[in-house]
């Protein structure tokens, strides 16, 4: 058997009720992947929303924090995370055996001795919170070349933000191992959407994905996870098994088989790839072992856009970047690259006693980014009337390198620069990223403006900012992976230096 140390000091192991006290009120402690580099701006975020103190894991992308579960509504309406789970146990230093069916049995064995009861419970109060994967029909627009570049995390790449190890692999389910579709490498798809619209799907792994068919159809009996009330139902779960590190004598593929194995005879479920209603999530990093339970069917960046485009952004990505910025009441927010909207429209939705102003020089961007705004408008309305004013924002089509706005009149600039492989090109940036930085520099406030960056063109973008040293300082630089992609997102503060105008006025 396996040494297998759970983890206590780090206030992460289940919530037990103390000896002696009164019945310790539910509590769950939460993992979240966030995006790669903002794991500190998420911590920041549940910190200030719940109170709660947050843990960043080793393998990034991910923060943990201890919650009662009466909060998870709240946790639900958190900016800065795309998916989150329960927390079963976690192993800090995990000893693996080398032999790999000796490795595999102790991760079967381990099944029965986990605390499941409290992150159930969470789990079944967790169901009425969920929203619903949203079904998107998908039609292929281009040639599967071309298609396999595509991502919403940003310009280009197709893996997803959060895992970006090589050697990382991922599996779902267990029993009965009968690949279905191989090494999978992620592929996001363009969509249609009723509008007629192009819609881009990503997909929430990365790397390696390899699905197996559950085929057993064992279990009449519901274990521990049964929703409670009368009747026993039989659950239809899955195990995902997320596994970074070369030291692992034994595939994803195979934890996931294995684990699952147990995870179905001890509860008596039944293992459904596709139409779960619990899914099991076994996190492997290297020595560090995360037993979850989802608590979200689908990412939480899909919350704004219903308009996708070749390169739109995650809304959690978005609302990294402007929380960067503090921005304050009645400060004027500029997007002067906006795309589809995404950060003009997190701005919106997250900082209303704001002025947000978006713009572009493609109409068709411009097109979806007001159709995305009407879309928020629609939604705000149905829910509540006090909104009927509308949200603060407004789109515009303008060239960046000619703004029509006054010189010095605008607090923040957010944007999402084309990375010169999707959009426009390495040589276009050369004169696009200097002219960009001067037209910025002259619309923000002296001595007060700021501007947050997003490029995967580093070395362009520093030759440009060195360029233009008398009006902006570069302040912090958080490295993101946005769509498989290195990037860097810089916050630049104005300097008190007047800005030059020297654009012929008509
Ligand atoms: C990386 S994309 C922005 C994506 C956006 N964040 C979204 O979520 O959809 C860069 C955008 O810059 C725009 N752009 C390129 N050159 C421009 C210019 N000279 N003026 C204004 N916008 C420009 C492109 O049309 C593109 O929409």
């Known amino acids: 058997m396996a040494e297998a140390e759970a983890a206590g000091d780090a206030g992460l192991g289940p919530a037990a009720a103390q000896e002696g006290a009164e019945p ?11 995006p790669t580099g903002f794991e500190q701006t998420a911590a920041e975020e549940v910190r200030e929303k719940l109170g709660s103190a947050s843990r960043i894991s080793k393998d990034r992308g991910k923060i943990y924090f201890e919650v009662p579960a009466r909060s998870l509504p709240q946790v639900h309406r958190l900016r800065s995370v795309d998916n989150l789970f329960v927390v079963v146990q976690e192993f800090k230093d995990y000893q693996f055996k080398e032999n790999k069916e000796d490795a595999l049995k102790d991760l079967e064995d381990l099944v029965k001795k986990l605390p499941w009861t409290d992150p159930m419970k969470v789990w079944e109060l967790n169901n009425s919170l969920k929203k619903k994967k949203t079904k998107r ?9 071309s298609r396999g570049k595509l991502s919403d995390g940003g310009e280009e790449g197709g893996a997803d933000q959060n895992n970006t190890n090589d050697q990382e692999d991922c599996a779902q389910n267990p029993v009965a191992v009968e690949p279905t579709g191989g090494q999978d490498t992620e592929n996001p798809q363009e969509v249609t959407s009723r509008n007629g619209v192009e819609e881009e799907e990503d997909n929430e792994q990365s790397d390696v994905k390899v699905e197996v068919q559950a085929s057993s159809e064992s279990g009449t009996k519901a274990g521990e996870g049964q929703t409670g009330e009368g009747e026993a139902k039989v659950l239809r779960f899955r195990v995902t098994c997320n596994r970074a590190g070369d030291k692992h004598s034994f595939t994803s593929n195979e934890a996931a088989r294995d684990f699952g194995g147990a995870v179905q005879e001890h509860f008596q479920w039944k293992a459904d790839m596709t139409n779960f209603d619990v899914e099991v999530l076994l996190n492997i990093h290297n020595n560090e072992v995360v037993v979850g339970i989802a608590l979200t069917e689908e990412s939480l960046h899909r919350r704004n856009i219903t308009h996708f485009g070749p390169t739109t952004l995650r809304s959690t990505l978005a609302y990294g970047m402007l929380r960067l910025c503090d921005p304050q009441p009645t400060d004027i927010i500029v997007d002067p690259m906006c795309g589809t909207g995404a950060i003009p429209i997190e701005g919106a939705a997250e900082w209303p006693y704001c002025y947000h102003i978006a713009g572009d020089n493609n109409p068709q961007a411009v097109k979806r980014a007001a159709n995305n705004i009407s879309s928020l408008l629609r939604k705000n309305e149905s829910k509540d009337s006090s ?9 515009i089509q303008w060239d960046i390198c000619n703004l029509p706005l006054r010189t010095g009149s605008v607090d923040i600039v957010v944007t999402d620069m084309p990375f010169g492989k999707r959009i426009g090109s390495k040589k276009k940036n050369w004169d696009l990223y200097p002219a960009c930085l001067m037209e ?11 501007a947050v960056l997003l490029t995967q063109d580093k070395k362009c973008f520093a030759k440009a900012l060195s360029r233009v040293g008398h009006i902006w300082r570069r302040a912090q630089t958080v490295w993101v992976n946005v769509g498989g992609l290195h990037a860097a997102v810089y916050l630049l503060r104005r300097t008190s230096e007047p800005a030059q105008d020297t654009r012929p006025f008509w």
Request: hydrophobic share 40%.
């Open 137 to 145: 029909k998908k039609h292929n627009l281009q040639s599967p070349a």
């Open 440 to 450: 910025m520099g002259r619309i923000c406030t002296p001595g007060t403006g700021r």
């Open 24 to 34: 310790a009120e539910l509590a769950a402690v939460i993992g979240a992947t966030v």
């Open 387 to 395: 909104t009927a004013l509308g949200v603060p924002l407004d789109v």
